[in-house]
């Protein structure tokens, strides 16, 4: 609390006027006492703070003070503001006070604009910022989460949760958490959690946790696949594929050459591209998407009509 509250002196301080202890004490909410023992932590510190007595007097910083002079080089100091100015896409309040209080004390003035991060979908749902920001104080204070959750291979199950850790990855974000059903830590995708519930329960903080998996990683549940992509279907196909796996036909189609988990997510995906897709390798899978395609048309066959 003591640093927070120095590091806002600091930055009042550094809009150049000169401020009484007792304002300061009523800007902050705390005792002129309080103040006046702060002042002294900063100028112990190493920073040229001052008090002065009379008419004139007031707590006040050396003239051209800023910043700069501390260690961080101009590119670190770079660095840090375009890591704050990210801070708002992850759904972080202070986010925007934050930027302009270390721009502040940087001596930089207003920030440039220059880059805009948002990790939310497009159309997306208010209710997924107040899931995250649910996520985060599970997170923050070791508390347990109970979470109804759709699993790609389990199917539907409600448990309790340790979480450690929110990562994104490719397009989506993800909670690593210790599963206390599994007994061992699992990796949960956010947009498949139905139901999210912060207890009261705490856990001890976890002191170790393995890395996010790399599921585009060659594995031994890996599966090889070759796809023709119609000329057409290039928009997504450069979206969703490395430029080393793509090869250009001369009748424009494009040769894919990747390889995916097995299982059926690959089957699936293949067909969310219509006829603009055909599977020529592995033999299984053509199989497969034969069969499905012929219970969905199947399912979309007119009744005849006597």
């Known amino acids: 609390m003591q640093n927070g509250r120095l ?11 000169r401020w009484t202890v007792s304002g300061l004490a009523d800007r902050l909410e705390v005792s002129e006492r309080t103040i006046r023992r702060d ?52 759904g972080v309040p202070e986010g925007q006070e934050l930027l302009e ?14 880059l805009h991060t948002d990790f939310s979908a497009w159309g997306d749902d208010p209710e997924n910022q107040t899931r995250f920001a649910v996520l985060r104080q599970a997170i923050l204070q070791c508390r347990v989460l109970h979470i109804a959750y759709h699993a790609m291979e ?30 061992e830590f699992r990796t949960f995708k956010l947009s498949r959690m139905e139901r999210v519930e912060l207890l009261e329960q705490t856990f001890t903080q976890h002191r170790a946790m393995p ?8 594995a031994p549940d890996m599966t090889s696949v070759v796809i023709r992509f119609a000329e057409n279907a290039a928009y997504r196909v450069y979206d969703e594929f490395d430029f080393a796996e793509i090869t250009k036909e ?28 055909e599977v020529l390798e592995p033999e299984s899978l053509r199989v497969w998407i034969l069969e499905e395609t012929q219970k969905i048309a199947a399912q979309y066959k007119k009744p005849d009509i006597g």
């Open 101 to 114: 209080e270390v721009s502040g004390l940087f001596g930089r003035g207003a920030v440039r604009d220059w």
């Open 39 to 90: 002042v002294d932590a900063l100028s112990a510190a190493g920073i040229p703070i001052y008090m002065t007595q009379g008419r004139a007097g007031g707590v006040h910083l050396m003239p051209q003070f800023v910043l700069d002079r501390t260690l961080l080089s101009k590119e670190q100091q770079e660095e840090i503001l375009c890591g704050l100015q990210s801070l708002n896409a992850t």
């Open 211 to 218: 890395p996010l998996p790399d599921y585009m990683e060659a």
């Open 154 to 183: 389990s199917g539907f199950s409600e448990r309790e949760i340790e979480p450690v850790r929110l990562c994104f990855r490719g397009k989506d974000w993800y909670v690593q958490a210790f599963c206390r059903m599994r007994q």
């Open 250 to 277: 001369p009748d424009g189609s494009l040769l894919v050459c990747t390889a995916w988990p097995t299982g059926i997510w690959g089957g699936h995906y293949i067909l969310s591209y219509g006829s603009m897709a």
């Open 7 to 17: 590091f806002r002196i600091l930055h009042l301080l550094l809009g150049g006027e």
